[in-house]
């Protein structure tokens, strides 16, 4: 067969782009090719190892010792990788190599518990416990990626400074909405923050709250059950002012246990053990109730903003939902590979339309491998296997404990057992 021409290829693309415009179903197809393409010919090109027994700022021994990555992050040309130990090192990226930078722990005694990428203004946040507190208390620290460049984390600042984060106090980074909601147990107070500049907005004393969740422009605050077990009061607030846009109350059975309760814009959704979910519209009172038989109670959610939907994690198993109660996706081959669920292994593209995971092989390899699929067909758009014979493949892609997929230049990052971060990549450079 001959190559193809210059000419064919232009007709080729103008025919693509007149179907995406003239028809939803070729927008999708579209899509999928897209990203078929993009997905193609991956290969473990970079490995990257945390551990580092002769690092001299680390004190605590069990930071000098081999753990799994929990998490990683990355921003532009820098990687974030996490371990269970508590270590955290930041890498390079790029044309000028893929070094190690420096480590985040810039106290000998500091253990990493997370990390948070905030883009509101180009930084990393870490939150920390450390050793002279007997590890029980959150410390934030917010280090902009200039100074990470520069190998200089110690020129960061502390967050929250005020606030006693001891357990079961806790931080929460809202991305969405940019803002900051701490819990100081010792106060009892909850109080929300600019995500930008970290000033403090406003605060809420109540101590009657069990839970808050955030959705896209509200809070919604869930009380303790009533004394007699026949409704949980519900108050909805504005994330921007605090103020109460609405106050209900949800009727339960008395002796069925709370399954969970979560909000997604105007969608309150209920479900107690062994009872039918119930999807409330919270501006209408129109109420939807899926039976318990169709709906299992799911370990995780994640709620798709931009597309309406919402995904359910019940061991290996990711469903894509409507707020109608429908399922609307069947996936061809996105089996997680983890029972648990660990939204650490699966990443979720800015457009809300691919889920990258870490999966159980359709033949029932020994080894896992990664999963791209679309959430809107639940098409497998494309896999990364070890190549027959490759023992660094094989390797590399044994018990992954951590995935993150970098957007901007289109790489898929994995961790491992053993501490390792290993970079898959379809370019040429290194």
Same mark, same amino acid.
């Given at each position: 067969m +001959?190559p193809?021409?210059? +000419?064919?290829? &232009?007709? /080729?693309?103008a025919?693509?782009?007149?179907? +995406?415009?003239t028809?939803?179903q070729a /927008?999708l197809a579209?899509?999928?090719? =897209?990203?078929? &393409?993009k997905f +193609?010919? @991956?290969?473990?090109?970079v490995? $990257?190892d945390?551990?580092?027994p002769k690092?001299?700022n $680390?004190? $605590?021994p069990?930071l000098?010792k081999r753990?799994?990555i929990l998490?990683i992050?990355?921003a532009?040309d820098?990687?974030f990788?996490?371990?269970?130990s508590?270590?955290c090192?930041?890498?390079?990226?790029g044309h000028l190599g893929n070094?190690?930078?420096?480590?985040l =722990?810039?106290s000998?005694y500091?253990?990493i518990?997370s990390?948070?990428f905030?883009?509101?203004?180009?930084? %990393?946040?870490?939150?920390?416990? @450390?050793?002279?507190?007997n590890f029980?208390s959150?410390?934030?620290?917010s280090?902009?990626?200039e100074?990470i460049r520069?190998?200089e984390?110690?020129?960061?600042f502390s967050l929250?400074?005020t606030e006693?984060?001891r357990?079961p106090?806790f931080?929460?980074?809202d991305d969405?909405n940019?803002?900051?909601l701490?819990?100081s147990a010792a106060?009892?107070i909850?109080?929300?923050?600019?995500?930008?500049n970290?000033t403090?907005?406003y605060s809420?004393t109540?101590?009657s709250?069990?839970e808050i969740k955030?959705?896209p422009?509200?809070?919604?605050?869930?009380?303790?059950?009533?004394?007699?077990?026949?409704?949980v009061?519900?108050k909805?607030?504005?994330?921007?002012t605090?103020d109460v846009l *609405?106050s209900?109350?949800h !009727?339960?059975h008395r002796?069925?246990?709370?399954?969970?309760i979560? !909000?997604?814009?105007?969608?309150?959704l209920v479900? !107690?053990?062994?009872e039918?979910l119930?999807?409330?519209?919270i501006?209408?009172g129109?109420r939807?109730?899926v039976?318990?038989?169709?709906? *299992?109670?799911p370990?995780?959610f994640?709620f *798709? @903003?931009?597309?309406?939907?919402?995904?359910t994690?019940?061991?290996?198993?990711v469903s894509v939902?409507n707020?109608?109660?429908?399922?609307?996706?069947?996936?061809?081959?996105?089996?997680?590979?983890?029972p648990?669920?660990?939204?650490? /292994?699966? @990443?979720i593209?800015?457009?809300q339309?691919?889920?990258i995971?870490?999966?159980?092989?359709?033949?029932g390899?020994a080894?896992?491998? %990664? =999963?791209?699929?679309s959430?809107?067909?639940g098409s497998c758009?494309a896999?990364?296997r070890?190549?027959?014979?490759?023992a &660094?493949q094989l390797l590399? *892609?044994?018990?992954v404990t951590?995935l993150?997929? /970098? &957007?901007?230049r289109?790489?898929?990052?994995?961790g491992?057992k053993?501490?390792?971060?290993? %970079?898959?990549?379809n370019?040429?450079?290194?």
């Amino acid at each position: 067969m +001959r190559p193809p021409t210059r +000419r064919m290829v &232009e007709v /080729n693309v103008a025919r693509k782009l007149a179907q +995406r415009e003239t028809s939803c179903q070729a /927008n999708l197809a579209f899509d999928r090719s =897209n990203a078929k &393409e993009k997905f +193609r010919d @991956y290969e473990l090109c970079v490995h $990257l190892d945390t551990h580092d027994p002769k690092a001299s700022n $680390l004190k $605590l021994p069990f930071l000098k010792k081999r753990s799994k990555i929990l998490e990683i992050v990355a921003a532009k040309d820098v990687i974030f990788a996490l371990a269970a130990s508590g270590v955290c090192v930041a890498y390079s990226r790029g044309h000028l190599g893929n070094d190690r930078l420096c480590f985040l =722990n810039v106290s000998p005694y500091e253990v990493i518990r997370s990390l948070f990428f905030n883009k509101a203004n180009n930084s %990393i946040i870490t939150v920390s416990v @450390y050793k002279q507190d007997n590890f029980s208390s959150l410390n934030c620290r917010s280090t902009p990626l200039e100074y990470i460049r520069r190998k200089e984390p110690a020129s960061g600042f502390s967050l929250f400074d005020t606030e006693s984060l001891r357990f079961p106090g806790f931080v929460e980074f809202d991305d969405v909405n940019g803002k900051v909601l701490t819990y100081s147990a010792a106060d009892k107070i909850y109080k929300v923050w600019d995500l930008k500049n970290y000033t403090h907005l406003y605060s809420i004393t109540d101590d009657s709250i069990s839970e808050i969740k955030i959705s896209p422009g509200i809070m919604l605050l869930i009380y303790h059950k009533c004394p007699s077990g026949a409704h949980v009061p519900l108050k909805i607030l504005s994330i921007d002012t605090g103020d109460v846009l *609405l106050s209900f109350k949800h !009727q339960l059975h008395r002796s069925k246990k709370m399954d969970f309760i979560e !909000q997604f814009n105007e969608k309150l959704l209920v479900k !107690q053990e062994h009872e039918s979910l119930h999807i409330i519209d919270i501006r209408t009172g129109e109420r939807t109730e899926v039976a318990s038989s169709h709906f *299992l109670t799911p370990s995780a959610f994640i709620f *798709l @903003y931009e597309n309406q939907l919402f995904l359910t994690f019940r061991q290996r198993n990711v469903s894509v939902w409507n707020f109608r109660g429908e399922k609307v996706t069947t996936f061809e081959d996105h089996t997680l590979w983890h029972p648990d669920s660990n939204t650490n /292994n699966i @990443y979720i593209t800015s457009q809300q339309d691919l889920i990258i995971s870490y999966c159980q092989q359709a033949d029932g390899e020994a080894v896992g491998s %990664i =999963n791209v699929s679309s959430i809107l067909d639940g098409s497998c758009l494309a896999r990364i296997r070890p190549k027959a014979g490759d023992a &660094e493949q094989l390797l590399a *892609l044994e018990d992954v404990t951590a995935l993150f997929y /970098n &957007e901007d230049r289109n790489e898929i990052y994995t961790g491992n057992k053993d501490g390792k971060v290993h %970079i898959w990549s379809n370019e040429t450079a290194p």
